[in-house]
């Protein structure tokens, strides 16, 4: 299970910690508050393919990772 998302220098997200507990969780927001961001983020640390335009701009480098439960 997914426990922790550690987001730096993704679109709009400067440095983000994201805690996932058991059971249900819902990422909710106004419009541009960052959700897509988020699952985004998840994608690349899963290993899908991302863009240099995620990067925030002003940032030479951006970073993901996650931590996992077994």
Known sequence: MLELL???NIAV???ADI???PGFNA???ETGAGKSI???AM???LGG???RDLIR???KRALVSAEFSG
């Open 57 to 59: 701009t002003g940032s």
């Open 38 to 40: 988020v699952i985004d």
């Open 43 to 45: 994608g690349a640390v």
């Open 19 to 21: 805690q996932f507990r």
């Open 6 to 8: 550690h987001i730096e």
């Open 13 to 15: 997200i400067e440095q």
């Open 49 to 51: 393919r991302t863009s």
């Open 27 to 29: 990422l909710t927001g």
